[in-house]
């Protein structure tokens, strides 16, 4: 079989969910196109701004895409088989994903785009509204530890290409630490010498390739820098990215996430553009297993792991804290709520079917799988093979492909981190500058404690801490969005009387619940209570009970414990032309 017939069957698959079922959920949640949007009523010209669609897509893609729909479809389909897989990302985003994320954006568009906790405070309870919001702040110090220490392993060994060439760790570091630089000039440019945004992005692009290509000659090379071993300088390269990641999430948003994220989302269309249309290309065959079995190494199923570790190419609860939190403060009208929430969680999934393509195209016993698995190296190297159907360079195109991976990561990492100081400042009361600061230090802190642990399988054999935290992050990513199924689910039936919210979101709701609870489960059975990380993946599966709990309540006697919402934002005032 080649993977030109997988990607075409896909993408066919993909557009006929998106044309029926997409359009199907329009009607179930009551689009209506007359109907104002928070972004007109409380239009702001900052936050609240009624934005074109096709830019709006292209920001909420470009947020939600990061290392998620790599690193799960590379894992899940060499522990498990590509077809496994490859069904998970199909029927997952059509039924699950897309459903969630359309139902987030559009519960927080009717609530004047307010965040979905503030939707589970109105709807279910004030009690459930402060659990919900720990359990995200739990879920995303793991995101952030898994991101982080990932990112950090790609900045350390040497990576041997087919044609002999080599690829540094010290070499993807430099040309990394180049491009976060690249969108701070950029924007101080724009800010201070008025450089237009389109000449801007003209210079800054190219500047990037540049980068990509100098690394290789400067590579900043931690471990031979220090005379430090490998792990050593695996674990300075993790707080040193969680000490970026602090002061990221503090600095004003022009210079840095902004500028970094309009020049990321040109990397991820590139890298998602020139995957596909190097498969079709280059014709690769399917080398891989089709399937390998139910369970692997170290006695781990099938169910439920499969459905935590391909986490944002089929279903994630961190899509909600995108769409609730500056999606839906600028959606133009309802009818948009379609292809930006619903298009956009099945283009992620395209996404994972050329992810998970780079691990079909090799053959099981590659070397490259020598030593475990490795996501970020796997997916630079099919990036590259696939790029090399156009001619460019296998050394440059891999370092582009590693390079467009951290860069998703950043992403994530920046908004996590930000989000997670939002959070804590909500619970704990936090104000000023100083609580500003203490909230981003706990936030970027704890990750610390855990990246730096000694991370051991069940043999006592060391392994990187990502590998650890990725299925915590899993299961508390999928658990998240199950919660947010759970609340979408409630308003649906107490807001408009929907009993088939049972069915289109409740059911959903039901199966990820099932299968990320049944994986924290797992995790405290087979983990050791000495182990801080244990006691953390406890908590967890308390919240979710008493939240669950909380939410059963609220369908049986509805109104007993909803709790109104105050302090909605003024009114704006719009310009005329922007509600064209």
């Known amino acids: 079989m080649s993977l030109i017939a997988v990607v075409v069957f896909s993408s066919a698959v993909l557009l006929a969910g998106y044309l029926a079922y997409g359009r199907f959920l329009g009607r179930f949640f009551r689009v209506d196109p007359a109907a104002p949007t928070p972004a007109h009523d409380l239009c702001d010209g900052s936050d609240y701004i009624p934005t ?36 998970w990302i199909l029927a997952g985003s059509i039924l699950i994903g897309g459903v969630h994320d359309l139902g987030a954006l559009l519960a927080s568009v009717r609530h004047k785009a307010r965040s979905i906790a503030e939707v589970v405070r109105e709807h279910v309870s004030r009690q459930s509204y402060i659990l919900f919001l720990a359990f995200v702040w739990i879920a995303i110090v793991y995101i952030i530890v898994a991101f982080t220490d990932i990112v950090a392993g790609s900045f350390v060994g040497v990576q041997k290409l087919e044609d002999g060439t080599e690829i540094t760790g010290g070499a993807i570091a430099s040309s990394s630490m180049l491009y976060l630089a690249l969108p ?42 220090l ?23 503090i600095v004003p948003m022009w210079i840095q996430l902004q500028p970094r994220g309009h020049l990321g989302g040109f990397f991820l269309f590139f890298a998602l553009g020139g995957g596909l249309l190097g498969l ?38 961190f899509h909600s804290l995108v769409a609730s939190g500056t999606t839906s403060k600028q959606l133009r009208r309802e009818t948009d709520a379609v292809p930006i929430g619903y298009g956009g969680m099945l283009l992620e999934a395209l996404v994972g079917v050329v992810s998970l393509a780079c691990v079909m195209m090799l053959a099981s016993d590659s070397g490259v799988l020598a030593g475990g698995v490795k996501p970020n190296y796997i997916y630079g190297l099919g990036i590259g093979k696939f790029l090399n159907a156009f001619g460019i360079p296998a050394a440059f195109g891999v370092s582009f492909g590693l390079l467009a991976f951290t860069t998703f990561v950043y992403d994530t990492l920046d908004v996590a981190t930000r989000l997670g100081r ?6 704990l009361g936090m104000k000023g500058t100083a609580g500003k600061l203490l909230a981003t230090a706990a936030t970027a802190g704890l990750p610390a404690v855990f990246v730096m642990q000694k991370m051991q399988d069940a043999k006592g054999n060391p392994i990187p801490a990502w590998k650890v935290f990725w299925n915590l992050f899993g299961a508390s990513n999928q658990l998240l969005a199950a919660l947010t199924l759970i609340g979408i689910t409630v308003w649906m039936w107490k807001k408009h009387g929907t009993r088939w919210a049972f069915a289109i979101t409740g059911l959903p709701a039901a199966f990820m619940y099932v299968m ?24 967890l599966v308390v919240l979710a009970a008493l939240l669950a709990i909380d939410a059963a309540r609220a369908v049986l006697f509805p109104g007993a414990s909803a709790a109104p919402n105050a302090g909605l934002p003024a009114a704006g005032a719009c310009p005329p032309d922007r509600r064209a």
């Not at 000449?199 to 540049?210: E, H, K, Q, R, Y």
């Not at 399937?291 to 609860?317: D, H, M, Q, R, Y």
């Open 52 to 87: 074109d669609p096709k830019y709006l897509i292209t920001q909420h893609f470009s947020a939600i895409s990061a290392a998620g729909p790599i690193v799960g479809p590379i894992l899940a389909g060499a522990m498990f088989g590509w077809a496994p897989a490859l069904i």
């Open 184 to 225: 701070v000039i950029m924007a101080l440019l724009m800010r201070y010498a008025k450089l237009n945004l389109y000449i801007a992005t003209a210079i800054f692009l190219p500047l990037i390739g540049v980068a990509i290509w100098i690394g290789r000659y400067i590579p900043f090379d931690l471990a031979g820098i």
């Open 227 to 249: 005379s430090v071993p490998e792990p050593v300088a695996l674990r300075i390269w993790d707080v040193i990215l969680l000490g970026y990641c602090f002061v990221a999430s």
């Open 280 to 317: 079709v290309l280059g014709g690769e065959p399917v080398r891989y297993p089709a399937f390998k079995g139910f369970s692997v190494e170290g006695g781990a199923s099938l169910f439920p792991l499969l459905f935590i570790t391909i986490a944002c190419a089929a279903c994630s609860g």
């Open 422 to 427: 939002y959070i804590l400042q909500e619970l």
């Open 516 to 539: 990320s609870f049944w994986a924290l489960v797992d995790f405290l059975r087979t983990g050791s209570w000495a182990n801080p990380v244990t006691w953390v993946a406890a908590v």
